[in-house]
């Protein structure tokens, strides 16, 4: 991965930003908290500036650490606000086979989610919590069991995806088969990924 | 469960002092927004710079927790440390399934119950749930079979469970809260609520309705274990407000222990009094010898030790149908009376539509204080129709005791251990 690391100069206060991933799509000034979208060789502003108050998580951007037996490097971190408070989107690669995933981290509370291959559209308006849906191919009795309108606060270091500080997004989430299913409806991607707590004992520091 | 290593609590991340009280108020969890003061009620924003009062509740006087938990405390549980953080008391107003005589129903119960917040050093958190009857580790968890009841009694929501009846369904909402919160929380907030029980775990699904739209909002399940007392000391042990509250447990421990060993000590007395007499007079007057107008006196009675003598008269009548009266006189060697006793002796009988029936009184007693030993005597006289013939037994006992001072003394003890228990159980 290293090979494809570069660095680029914050559009907004000309710090430098290092990117290891060259499929990310934003990235995150860590001095000034300006999101940029990687175009080409350049970057561009998205949204204004906004550092995220570190809340003293356990995890944080550019550690190596080892979950369940499997080492994985924490690239980005995505922070949602909703009503009744936020929850942090670690983004994380898999050592052992370059494999995305992320960690949601909600009020001490932490869940692996892989990304789904493929998933359904469905309105999310017409979702009511309490109900089964189909998800993806895999997932076709979903009981949702929450529903969320929210906003991007922002995001640290790399991200796969192009967010936009101030976004609107939708969030379903629901469970199958013990699993936590959760679908992402961006204003322009939809993404469905399945989850399994695990607790931080399960986690350890390289 | 539990390991007890002496610690130093959480580091706070903000000290400031109410707005409201002037209470020194610290937070300990970085996410925290608002803040209830557990000296006055006021919920105030931790995050603004003026910690605005944002509203207020009733004195927490009137919620005081149910035993020794505060918030501030810290506690050792699955080997790591915790400190409580806040505390939310909820009223339930449910259904509870009974089963009786085989006949069943749900009844409409209201019960309170505390839910404490717990934080450990990597700012992760459990609920501790305290009732009346215990303590309960709550701990949110992925449903294999996720669904909510429908109109069947038996539900289950995990692998390997079969349907399991339905014991409790309802309601519960906010009655008062104190300490952090990462929202806020308001007064009534309701939550609808349905469990079960498998095996020793309770099964429960909770589920919140948007005001707005009548829909639900959001759905979280949860399992709850059971906690013994003996476990909630040993991880609340390593705190120092506990030692004070130990000493006062140990103080009422040792009460109780007293008391109850008071109880049975009378108790034992109470049975052992029964046999300890011994008699150490009688004489019997046949009616003859006695007459209304001059006192007969008895042979002497020598009574070697002081304290307590049961004189007693036994009176028997040969007549049916009549009655005596015998009036007996306890004398010392100086002839001065010191104490009396009378007794009413009677035999009637006859025909009813019962058939035949017989009644008598036979007995009289008394208990008399005998300070010196010494020689003394009983004198008697008798009131009776010339046709009633029998006699009249007078007998002395020594080593009486007053068996209903240990019955007294029993039943006060007994009582006094278990206020004494009561007690004791805040801290224990």
């Given amino acids: 991965m290293a090979l494809f690391a570069r660095e680029f100069e914050c559009p907004s206060c000309g710090g430098r930003i290092k990117r290891e991933n060259a499929a990310s799509k934003s990235l995150g000034c860590p001095y000034c908290g300006q999101t940029s979208h990687v175009s080409g060789d350049s970057l561009s502003m998205a949204g204004t500036p906004n550092l995220l108050i570190d809340y003293g998580s356990m995890f944080s951007v550019g550690m190596v650490a080892t979950l369940r037996g499997r080492r994985f490097r924490v690239s980005g971190k995505l922070r949602i606000a909703y009503e009744d408070g936020f929850w942090d989107e670690w983004y994380i690669q898999f050592l052992d086979n370059n494999q995305d995933a992320w960690i949601q981290e909600d009020d001490g509370g932490f869940i692996l989610f892989e990304p789904a291959t493929d998933y359904e559209r469905l309105s999310f308006h017409d979702i009511k919590v309490g109900g089964y849906y189909s998800f993806s191919n895999a997932y076709q009795q979903v009981f949702v069991t929450s529903k969320s309108r929210a906003k991007v606060e922002g995001g640290e270091g790399e991200l796969p995806f192009a967010i936009i500080p101030g976004d609107i997004a939708d969030f379903v989430e629901g469970v199958e088969d013990g699993k936590v299913i959760s679908m992402e409806i961006l204003p322009k991607e939809t993404h469905i990924s399945v989850g399994t707590p695990f607790k931080l004992d399960e986690v350890s520091l390289n | ?428």
């Fill in chain 2, 1 to 428: 469960m539990a390991t007890i290593i002496k610690e130093e609590k959480l580091s706070s991340i903000e000290q400031f002092n109410c707005n409201s009280c002037g209470n020194g108020l610290e937070v300990f969890n970085p996410r925290a927004k608002y803040i209830s003061c557990q000296y006055c009620g006021s919920v105030l924003d931790t995050k603004s710079e003026q910690h605005e009062i944002l509203m207020s509740m009733s004195p927490p006087t009137e919620h005081q927790p149910m035993s020794f938990i505060k918030v501030g405390l810290l506690a050792n549980f699955f080997d790591k440390k915790y400190q409580v953080i806040a505390r939310t008391r909820w009223q339930q107003d449910y259904y509870e399934y009974w089963s009786e005589e085989g006949e069943t129903g749900y009844s409409r119960e209201l019960w309170i119950y505390d839910e404490w917040l717990m934080i450990s050093e990597q700012r992760t958190y459990f609920y501790l749930v305290e009732d009346k009857d215990g303590y309960y580790i709550s701990e949110e968890i992925v449903p294999d079979n996720p669904s909510l009841p429908n109109e069947s009694s038996h539900w289950s929501f995990m692998k390997n469970q079969r349907p399991q009846i339905i014991n409790e369904y309802g309601s519960a909402s906010v009655i008062y809260f104190e300490g952090e919160s990462n929202y806020q929380i308001k007064l009534n907030d309701l939550i609808q609520f349905a469990s079960y029980k498998h095996k020793n775990t309770i099964y429960t699904a909770e589920w919140r309705i948007n005001e707005l739209n009548n829909q639900i909002k959001e759905i979280e399940f949860f399992k709850e274990d059971k906690i013994s007392k003996k476990e909630i000391i040993q991880a609340f042990e390593n705190n120092e407000e506990l030692d004070g509250l130990r000493r006062k447990g140990e103080i009422w421990q040792w009460l109780t222990y007293g008391a109850f060993a008071s109880a049975i000590l009378f108790f034992v007395l109470m049975f052992t009094s029964f046999g300890g007499t011994k008699q150490v007079f009688t004489q019997t007057f046949n009616f003859a010898e006695l007459n209304d107008s001059a006192l007969f006196k008895s042979k002497p009675i020598q009574l070697d030790e002081t304290g307590l003598y049961c004189i007693e008269l036994r009176g028997g009548i040969e007549v049916t149908n009549s009655e005596a009266f015998v009036l007996a006189y306890f004398l010392n060697n100086e002839d001065e009376v010191i104490n009396h006793l009378d007794g009413d002796f009677s035999v009637y009988s006859g025909f009813d539509s019962d058939g035949y029936w017989t009644e008598s009184t036979e007995e009289a007693d008394k208990l008399v204080k005998v300070k010196e030993t010494g020689t003394y005597h009983a004198k008697l006289m008798l009131d009776r129709e010339d046709a009633v013939t029998g006699s009249v037994t007078l007998n002395i006992f020594s080593g009486v005791v007053l068996t209903r001072y240990y019955v007294i003394g029993w039943l006060i003890f007994l009582l006094l251990g278990f206020i004494f228990r009561s007690s004791m159980k805040k801290y224990f």
